[in-house]
């Protein structure tokens, strides 16, 4: 096999973890074309990942004519294998249109228990999930799964000035996107936590990282911060929705630490090896927790809370358990967390 195509369109978290699949291939096929079809959105990021040679982007908006001519084109031009990492009746006739000698569909490894249960169930880890269509394809790769180097954002992605001799930076990430927001952190507890990391070290700057989706629960952040210390100055740093994808990659990487819960930027910040903080209720450490190339420190709900993990989108209950896993988590847990790797 010398051309190799991956299919995954995002997210932003899934494609970290499947960027380690590639780069085990990469080591063991050195002279192996890799090819990525992902979103024009993810460009970048995926162009960045170590083992990719080049990158093909296709969107819903440019219609299935667009997506038809492009794989009218890789059948021209000669694929031997595609790995489809999103399954969907697009990705799958496209595979079709290309018809590639060898092919392998991702299958997610589905969920067989819940809450409490779930503890002590063994689950293969997301990436590891990415990687067994590649196994099956290429056999000779090693299993399992081998350690991958961190991503490194180029130094021209810098988009801060270089951090002042003795000053601490805590990365906060305290959205999780427009969806499944049951994975927040409430706004009020972020509140808590930077009134309370200021007041322990005059030398620590918070920096509050995320996407335009952050925007407004930032703002909001803001303007409770305000309200309790008055004005902040350059203490609290607002980068929300400011740079793309390495951008916001670069300014994880000159934390001294970064917090947040089970979303893209976190793994973002993971995969980089910036020390990291996770803060976890109804999805599950085993299956999403972030692969830590640096010193971490993993935060969940009490033993006594048997509702998590759950995995749902939405919290199913309306009474006092609504959002039970989140809010049961501490802000002297965090800061203790924090103040440890630090």
């Not at 630490?257 to 903080?277: N, Y």
Request: charged share 15%; net charge neutral; with cysteine.
């Amino acid at each position: 096999m010398k051309r190799l195509l991956v299919i995954r369109w995002g997210a932003l978290g899934d494609l970290i973890h499947a960027s380690a699949s590639v780069q085990a291939v990469k080591q063991a096929y050195p002279d192996m074309e890799v090819h990525w079809l992902t979103s024009p959105a993810y460009r970048v990021l995926v162009a960045s990942f170590a083992g990719v040679d080049q990158v093909w982007t296709w969107e819903k908006r440019q219609g299935l004519w667009a997506l038809g001519q492009l794989a009218w084109q890789f059948r021209q031009w000669g694929v031997d294998g595609v790995i489809n990492l999103h399954p969907s009746l697009k990705s799958m006739l496209f595979t079709a249109l290309v018809m590639p000698r060898y092919s392998a569909v991702y299958h997610k490894e589905k969920l067989r228990s819940k809450g409490q249960a779930q503890r002590t169930v063994p689950r293969r880890h997301a990436a590891s999930d990415f990687y067994q269509p590649f196994l099956r394809l290429l056999p000779t790769l090693p299993d399992p799964l081998p350690n991958v180097p961190a991503l490194r954002p180029a130094q021209e992605t810098d988009v801060l000035p270089a951090k002042p001799d003795g000053v601490i930076w805590v990365g906060l990430i305290p959205g999780v996107g427009a969806k499944r927001s049951n994975r927040a952190w409430e706004g009020s507890a972020y509140v808590g936590l930077i009134e309370t990391l200021l007041t322990h070290n005059p030398n620590l700057q918070v920096l509050l990282v995320g996407g335009p989706d952050e925007t407004p629960l930032v703002q909001h952040i803001l303007e409770e911060l305000g309200k309790v210390l008055g004005d902040t100055g350059h203490r609290v740093q607002n980068h929300c929705g400011r740079y793309d994808i390495l951008g916001t990659a670069s300014v994880l990487a000159q934390c001294n630490v970064v917090v947040g819960g089970d979303t893209g930027p976190m793994h973002l910040a993971t995969a980089t090896g910036v020390p990291v903080v996770g803060i976890y209720g109804p999805t599950a450490l085993a299956r999403t927790g972030p692969l830590a190339h640096g010193a971490s420190r993993m935060i969940t709900p009490p033993e006594t809370l048997a509702c998590w993990p759950c995995e749902q989108a939405e919290c199913p209950y309306t009474d006092e358990q609504h959002l039970a896993c989140m809010r049961q988590i501490s802000v002297e847990q965090v800061q203790s967390a924090i103040l440890g790797l630090l």
